[in-house]
């Protein structure tokens, strides 16, 4: 993970500043700036409880808080079963298919002494909100995003009330959600690891954060995964014994291409009988992205942060010498980290280092046919939720979170860069090596996708509609 935001809330304003100071406060900044350089480097905690973020005391305001309102003011009534508990009735408020449910056996979560290979534990997910289940669990398990502070974490116990409460956790749930595994900020994780049937995980034998670039042989430890994948081998399926103590000693190969998990445990008690390869591999492009998203939002914040301090600054100085008045203007600094974090957000819409499928790929629930149609679409039919599962995930690979609110809700400069740089890449004028999965072809499917589909382009981009032969490049 680039690093330079650790120091850069604190260093950039200093420097940015010199030019406008007289030499005596000049000499007291440097000093200033020597002490900085000895200070330990910030952690992930203090990044996401920093001003302007104040993630801990400030007030959510994401699905999961949303839903709560309108149970409070009886818009809402959860329904709730002895078998799943409220899982169904929170799946249908939050718009949740069924079909996303993915099944995890490692005992990585907050209810693991009920999770094994014969109860594993059943997530579900749409755009902004993950659902965990666990049988016999006394609380169901939820992150959800919110746009300014990013994942948000809640419990909802498995009892029968008149009002159900979601409950907000912070510190338990961060010590896994607020680490290097999510970019440090609060985020969401997928992770492979190797795993017993008692789901104990074995940590000697190392684990994998799950995001687009992952190989797809080091995905899915610890998983359950039904699907056709034809030569290609995962990680899931399997189980840590005795005579696989290692990496390289354990059997890819015999959990491959399973398409019925009934002979690992009872599927009766779970709401689909599968987990579902594609809506494994949405998930962990999803997750990351978010984090990505939510990453690049706190350092945009940071960053006008620190342009206010140097504004105030320059407003002191113009106030003791009414003769000069310097008058700000957007520092390199500034700009530049505006612009890092916005190719961040680039860089994963685009899919970048994405792996490519050697087999084709297939699922084995109504995930797939359901995906698809959720759109929207262009006037040709096209959708940024079109899979490919040929080659790549997605037909028109730019993800369909440029759609969300974590996206639109970027700082305006952030999303003012994202929007240029994205321009840059669609219209050919970018053709670097890290763009070079993306021909000519592609690009300007997707930006005619984007033109008709996304609102709050920038009125420079319909520019492509008026001159499409200028924006072609030769092939």
């Given at each position: 993970?680039?690093?330079?935001?650790?120091?850069?809330?604190?260093?950039?304003?200093?420097?940015s500043?010199?030019k406008?100071?007289?030499?005596?406060?000049?000499?007291?900044?440097?000093?200033?700036?020597?002490?900085?350089?000895?200070?330990?480097?910030?952690?992930?905690?203090?990044?996401?409880?920093?001003?302007?973020?104040?993630?801990?005391?400030?007030?959510?305001?994401?699905?999961?808080?949303?839903?709560?309102?309108n149970?409070?003011?009886?818009?809402?009534?959860?329904?709730?079963?002895?078998?799943?508990?409220?899982?169904?009735?929170?799946?249908?408020?939050?718009?949740v298919?069924?079909?996303?449910q993915?099944?995890?056996?490692?005992?990585?979560?907050?209810?693991?002494?009920?999770?094994?290979?014969?109860?594993?534990?059943?997530v579900?997910?749409?755009?902004?909100?993950?659902?965990?289940?666990?049988?016999h669990?006394?609380?169901?398990?939820?992150?959800?995003?919110?746009p300014?502070?990013?994942g948000?974490?809640?419990t909802?116990?498995?009892?029968?009330?008149?009002?159900?409460?979601?409950?907000?956790?912070?510190?338990?749930?961060?010590?896994?959600?607020?680490t290097?595994?999510?970019?440090?900020?609060?985020?969401?994780?997928?992770r492979?690891v190797?795993?017993?049937?008692?789901?104990?995980?074995?940590f000697?034998?190392?684990?994998?954060?799950?995001?687009?670039?992952?190989?797809?042989?080091?995905r899915?430890?610890?998983?359950y995964?039904?699907?056709?994948?034809?030569?290609?081998?995962?990680?899931?399926?399997?189980?840590?014994?005795?005579?696989?103590?290692?990496?390289?000693?354990?059997?890819?190969?015999?959990?491959?291409?399973?398409?019925?998990?009934?002979?690992?445990?009872?599927?009766?008690?779970?709401?689909?009988?599968?987990?579902?390869?594609?809506?494994?591999l949405?998930?962990?492009?999803?997750?990351?992205m978010?984090?990505i998203?939510?990453?690049?939002?706190?350092?945009?914040?940071?960053?006008?942060?620190?342009?206010?301090i140097?504004?105030?600054?320059?407003?002191?100085?113009?106030?003791?010498?009414?003769?000069?008045?310097?008058?700000?203007?957007?520092?390199?600094?500034?700009q530049?980290?505006?612009?890092?974090?916005?190719?961040?957000?680039?860089?994963?819409?685009?899919?970048?280092?994405?792996?490519?499928?050697?087999?084709?790929?297939s699922?084995?629930?109504?995930?797939?046919?359901?995906?698809n149609?959720?759109?929207?679409?262009?006037?040709?039919?096209?959708?940024?939720?079109?899979?490919?599962?040929?080659?790549?995930?997605?037909?028109?690979?730019c993800?369909?979170?440029?759609?969300?609110?974590?996206?639109?809700s970027?700082p305006?400069?952030?999303?003012?860069?994202?929007?240029?740089?994205?321009w840059?890449v669609?219209?050919?004028?970018?053709?670097?090596?890290?763009?070079?999965h993306?021909?000519?072809?592609?690009?300007?499917?997707?930006?005619n996708?984007?033109?008709?589909?996304?609102?709050?382009?920038?009125?420079?981009?319909?520019?492509?509609?008026?001159?499409?032969?200028?924006?072609?490049?030769?092939?």
């Amino acid at each position: 993970m680039d690093r330079r935001g650790d120091y850069s809330g604190y260093i950039d304003p200093i420097f940015s500043c010199l030019k406008f100071l007289p030499m005596v406060l000049t000499r007291l900044v440097l000093i200033m700036t020597a002490l900085i350089f000895t200070w330990v480097p910030v952690r992930a905690e203090d990044l996401y409880d920093r001003e302007p973020i104040n993630y801990l005391t400030a007030t959510p305001d994401d699905p999961i808080s949303r839903l709560q309102d309108n149970i409070d003011n009886g818009k809402v009534k959860l329904q709730y079963e002895p078998e799943q508990g409220y899982l169904k009735s929170v799946l249908e408020a939050l718009e949740v298919p069924v079909s996303s449910q993915g099944l995890v056996f490692s005992k990585t979560s907050l209810q693991q002494r009920f999770i094994s290979a014969f109860t594993p534990r059943a997530v579900y997910f749409n755009d902004d909100t993950y659902i965990g289940w666990v049988q016999h669990g006394t609380v169901l398990e939820i992150s959800t995003v919110d746009p300014h502070l990013g994942g948000v974490f809640y419990t909802l116990p498995q009892e029968e009330v008149e009002q159900p409460r979601f409950k907000r956790q912070t510190h338990e749930c961060l010590q896994c959600h607020a680490t290097h595994n999510t970019r440090d900020v609060p985020g969401h994780l997928v992770r492979s690891v190797f795993a017993t049937r008692q789901g104990r995980v074995n940590f000697g034998m190392g684990t994998h954060r799950l995001d687009d670039q992952t190989p797809f042989q080091n995905r899915w430890g610890g998983w359950y995964v039904t699907g056709q994948h034809g030569a290609l081998e995962h990680l899931g399926n399997n189980f840590v014994t005795a005579a696989n103590e290692s990496d390289d000693e354990f059997n890819r190969a015999g959990g491959s291409n399973i398409t019925d998990l009934s002979t690992f445990f009872n599927v009766e008690r779970y709401l689909t009988p599968h987990s579902d390869l594609v809506a494994l591999l949405v998930l962990e492009h999803q997750t990351q992205m978010h984090n990505i998203l939510t990453q690049s939002h706190y350092y945009g914040q940071f960053a006008l942060r620190d342009e206010e301090i140097i504004k105030t600054m320059v407003d002191q100085l113009n106030a003791s010498n009414k003769e000069t008045q310097e008058v700000y203007v957007r520092t390199e600094s500034i700009q530049r980290r505006i612009d890092n974090a916005a190719e961040r957000i680039v860089q994963s819409l685009l899919f970048v280092k994405a792996i490519e499928f050697e087999n084709p790929v297939s699922g084995t629930s109504s995930f797939t046919a359901e995906f698809n149609q959720r759109g929207p679409v262009d006037s040709q039919g096209r959708s940024l939720r079109t899979l490919d599962l040929e080659k790549r995930l997605f037909k028109y690979p730019c993800s369909f979170l440029i759609y969300s609110s974590a996206f639109d809700s970027l700082p305006a400069p952030v999303l003012e860069s994202v929007y240029r740089q994205l321009w840059e890449v669609l219209t050919n004028q970018n053709q670097s090596e890290e763009f070079a999965h993306l021909d000519s072809e592609t690009r300007q499917a997707i930006l005619n996708i984007l033109l008709e589909t996304k609102n709050g382009l920038p009125p420079y981009w319909r520019e492509a509609v008026e001159k499409p032969s200028e924006l072609a490049d030769e092939e």
